[in-house]
């Protein structure tokens, strides 16, 4: 008894349901039928002297039962009263039975009024004289009649619409809405179906129709308490229908507002009216597994409800168990005009919440002056002072209600630059907040205080907010009719307790609307920065398919900005912000110290976002150029390319995207290579001779030795590459012979390793080496200054001839690794010039010039590893070669052409002494005889004038 109570309104019936009430049977074999029934009640809560009023049982007099007393599949487990209400044209009673039918339940429909005499027959889904299931278009076990509500508003304005909930139908739930068959005078007809979303939700467990966006058409809240997500985060829902002027229920989309974990949110669902005296009713949501239970209040709004909970009501105090599990609203218990709130819990303990009143408090916020010129008023020789004023009144609920309030203000300004942790442009000279008392409701209360403008803003763009708000610190008592304790009033939850006005600067370079609408347009490349007699030259990097190179040997790199603003208004607080690779960092900024725009960049801790100013405002049509320093040396071997974000930023009207500034980085080793042979002329004589016959190196011919010395003017290779030494080795000539035939190779400097090809190291294997190099070596040189070379002015013309690999010689490449090169080394190569094939070839030149070309390389190295290419990346080596005609060179020549030239000579010295006599010219008291090097007779492998040239 009371599963159910529910009150027709103040001094009207009451009605209480008992849906498990039973009737007995004396036969076992006999189960026990479960009908249920309910009880109209006075306001006294006295029966009725007509019993037929007061006692309603829609089940236990059926003929179905009564023929078939055995079959509980009709009527037998009814449970009649399990949902009850009164119906919104007082004029009806509505039942639920959710057990009849095999659990697919009924709605019953009856006249609140005496029975007998009442015109309204009674009615009820499957029809009361049919007694059809079939009618209903629900499946068996949905628990049609579990919950039930009414609306005048739902489909039809003026037309009665019952709504129920099945939350086992359609294996999620479902809500019917019904109305009287116009076909059928005991029959309620199903109107439409929502179907539950979520499996086994429960969907219709608890439903309660209320107008909440106060339309004049009733929605509907319908909870699933068994709702969840996969995540597992929501324990229970409540779905609300907001209605569309009464068509189309199945295609609103609904508003779903979600329980905690486990907390059966939803399963009560209640209409509370109007608790905040707002226009728009509220209602509650029980979750009576929420902890020990909590009740949600959710007000109405001209949108249809507030998804934020406005309230929560916990019982943890108390020692109670499912607190919230049933509710009821919409009755004022202490005639304060405001409904209040019952909550019944699963313990001995009903909770009665009374509804506080609610104020609303407007503010009216004056500031002069309103307006600034900032390019008149020159804030920071003087004050710039402006008068904040602002004035307060309040209106509640009923309009006899007048307690006198006392309320906190507080002005602030700025509050959206303090917000952002920058400095404020107004600054309080006067009290910034205060109490005030507010006599009545209308009554108006003011009060003002005063504020200055600070000289040098930044923002001069955005008008300066200047706000007040309000609090409510206590009322004054007031006489109640009510026996209960007055409460005090709260502030509305909704209702902005805010008032803002606002300093307007003008004449801001805008255009005629006022609105600065800028036009700003950035342009950049990547620079080096050589200089150009003292002068800094800033030169675009190369590029590869169109992206810029970094060389990671350079100390620093450029990246060149323009900005412009054509034909756009001025561009207030005009910044262009450089984000950075941590490859790259900051170093310094350069422009054109005679340029309109002046230029500041401030740079963060490690340099790799900076922040460059360009001008407050940046005026129309301006336009700057310039540079920004960045230092490469965080670059590492794993930087393969770097990527700069530019982005410029206005408080104007513009929508900028940010630029991405991309370029290539390139490790160029700065590597050199010089080269010489020793002696640099040879000659060639004898007699012919074969391979075979040959014994020894002295029968191949002269010895020559080549030196090549490598430079490493950057990083020790060993950390990240290897580099080698390509000769291309004169072999032999065209037609396939001996040329010059390589002895041995080794090296300084390096690690040790061998050339290859091996092969072409002393390839005949029966010739063996010499034991006295450096005595052979000096005959040599020697004899190549002993050649007709000397005297060839005087003999015929002479022929020559130039030997490359390009042309008439087969060539052999030869590559000496240098492995672990730091920062020089030299490779040594030996080599016997091959006698017999310059006397059988090249004997009637004069001399011939063999070209040796020699190169450097990278290998085992990264993609973004390369050398730099200059003059010095590769070297020639020129060899000259002479025969020998030492018989020759007198006997061309005649005694007396020899004799003559002495003569002439002679002749010559006394006419120039005789000049210089003429002249008094001071003669030099000594005359030093010039000779030739004799390192190019006695090589000395630490010759200077290898070294590399600045």
């Not at 040997?553 to 690779?581: F, W, Y």
Request: aromatic share 8%.
């Amino acid at each position: 008894m009371g599963v159910r109570v529910t009150s027709q309104g103040p001094g009207q019936s009451v009605m209480t349901c008992a849906h498990r009430y039973q009737e007995w049977s004396t036969n076992p074999d006999t189960p026990n039928l479960v009908f249920g029934q309910c009880y109209i009640l006075g306001e006294d809560l006295h029966k009725s002297d007509a019993h037929r009023i007061w006692r309603r049982v829609i089940c236990d007099d059926r003929k179905h039962i009564k023929d078939k007393p055995k079959n509980p599949d009709w009527f037998g487990y009814c449970q009649q009263g399990h949902s009850a209400a009164f119906a919104k044209d007082n004029t009806s009673l509505l039942f639920g039975g959710p057990g009849a039918y095999q659990w697919k339940g009924i709605v019953r429909m009856e006249s609140l009024d005496n029975l007998e005499v009442s015109n309204e027959e009674p009615r009820e889904t499957g029809d009361v004289d049919r007694l059809d299931r079939d009618l209903i278009p629900l499946l068996n076990n949905s628990y049609l009649g579990f919950s039930i509500d009414s609306g005048m508003a739902l489909t039809k304005k003026g037309q009665l619409t019952i709504v129920s909930g099945a939350p086992r139908s359609g294996f999620s739930g479902e809500v019917a809405f019904l109305k009287r068959d116009p076909l059928a005078k005991r029959s309620l007809s199903v109107e439409n179906i929502l179907k539950g979303p979520g499996l086994a939700s429960s969907f219709g467990y608890d439903i309660a129709v209320v107008d909440l966006n106060a339309d004049g058409w009733d929605d509907l809240a319908v909870g699933a308490p068994e709702f969840f997500l996969k995540e597992g985060v929501v324990g229970g829902a409540v779905y609300i229908y907001i209605n569309n002027r009464g068509r189309q229920w199945e295609k609103i989309e609904p508003v779903r507002l979600d329980g905690n974990k486990d907390s059966m949110f939803g399963l009560a669902v209640e209409n509370i009216g109007d608790v905040n005296q707002d226009g728009y009713e509220d209602i509650a949501v029980g979750a009576p597994y929420d902890g020990v239970g909590r009740v949600y209040l959710y007000y109405g709004s001209s949108g249809g409800i507030h998804e934020k909970t406005a309230q929560i009501i916990t019982a943890e105090s108390y020692n109670i168990r499912r607190f919230g599990f049933s509710l009821t609203g919409k009755i004022d218990v202490d005639d304060n005009h405001y409904p209040d709130l019952a909550v019944g819990s699963l313990s001995d303990s009903i909770f009665v919440y009374r509804a506080r009143p609610v104020v609303k408090i407007r503010e009216d916020l004056r500031i002069t002056p309103s307006t600034i010129n900032m390019a008149t008023e020159h804030c920071d020789k003087h004050k710039c002072t402006f008068t904040a004023r602002a004035c307060f009144t309040y209106t509640t609920q009923p309009p006899s209600y007048n307690p006198r309030l006392t309320v906190n203000y507080t002005f602030e300004a700025d509050a959206e630059t303090r917000k952002q942790r920058r400095t404020s442009r107004m600054q309080f000279l006067g009290q910034s907040q205060g109490v005030l008392e507010l006599p009545g409701q209308g009554k108006e209360k003011c009060t003002e205080t005063q504020l200055k403008l600070l000289g040098d803003i930044k923002d001069r763009l955005h008008s300066i907010p200047i706000s007040v708000s309000v609090s409510l610190l206590n009322a004054s008592k007031t006489k109640s009719k009510s026996p209960l304790p007055e409460l005090t009033p709260v502030l509305s939850l909704y209702k902005q307790s805010t008032a803002t006005s606002e300093v307007i600067f003008i004449d801001k370079g805008c255009g005629s609307d006022n609105i600065c609408q800028s036009n700003l347009e950035l342009q950049y490349r990547f620079c080096s920065r050589p200089k150009l007699q003292g002068q800094d030259v800033f030169t675009p990097l190369p590029s590869e398919r169109g992206i810029p190179v970094i060389s990671a040997g350079d100390e620093d790199i450029v990246l060149e900005v323009n900005v412009t603003n054509r034909e756009g208004d001025d561009a207030h607080q005009s910044h262009l912000i450089i984000k950075l690779p941590d490859s790259l960092s900051y170093s310094s900024l350069y422009f054109n110290s005679i340029s309109e725009v002046i230029v500041k960049c401030n740079p963060n801790d490690n340099g790799t976002l900076t922040d460059c100013e360009l001008g407050n405002p940046f005026k129309r049509d301006a336009e700057v150029t310039f540079y920004v320093i960045l230092s490469t040396s965080r670059i590492s071997l794993s930087t393969t390319d770097v990527n700069v974000t530019l982005q410029l930023e206005t408080t104007s009207v513009q929508k900028i995207q940010a630029r991405e500034a991309n370029a290539k980085v390139v490790f160029e080793l700065q590597l050199q290579v010089f080269g010489l042979a020793r002696p640099s002329q040879v000659s060639f004589g004898g007699a012919v001779k074969g391979e075979s016959a040959m014994k020894s190196e002295d029968d191949i011919g002269t010895l020559v030795e080549y030196e090549f010395r490598i430079w490493n003017l950057g990083r020790p290779l060993k950390s990240f590459a290897n580099a080698s030494l390509n000769i291309y080795w004169p072999k032999e000539n065209a037609v396939g012979k001996w040329l010059l035939y390589l002895v041995q190779i080794h090296s300084e400097g390096i690690q040790n390793s061998s050339c290859s090809p091996l092969k072409e190291i002393s390839p005949v294997q029966h010739i063996k080496g010499s034991r006295d190099i450096s005595r052979r070596r000096r005959d040599a040189h020697q004899e190549a200054f002993s050649s007709e070379d000397g005297f060839s002015f005087l003999s015929k013309k002479r022929k020559y001839k130039t030997l490359t690999c390009s042309d008439e010689l087969k060539c052999v490449e030869i590559r000496c690794p240098l492995l672990g090169l730091d920062s020089t080394a030299v490779v040594f190569l030996r080599a016997r010039l091959w006698n017999s094939t310059f006397l059988e070839d090249y004997s009637a030149l004069n001399y011939l010039d063999i070209v040796l070309d020699a190169t450097l390389s990278l290998t085992d190295s990264a993609d973004n590893i390369g050398l730099r290419q200059t003059e010095k990346s590769g070297t020639q080596v020129r060899l000259t070669v002479f025969p020998e005609r030492k018989a020759a060179i007198w006997a061309k020549v005649a005694w007396w052409v020899i004799f003559l030239s002495v003569m002439v000579g002679l002749l010559l010295l006394a006419l120039l002494g005789f000049l210089l006599w003429k002249c008094k010219y001071p003669v030099a008291k000594k005359y030093h005889i010039v000779h030739k090097n004799t390192e190019e007779r006695h090589p000395i492998r630490g010759d200077s004038s290898l070294g590399p040239t600045a």
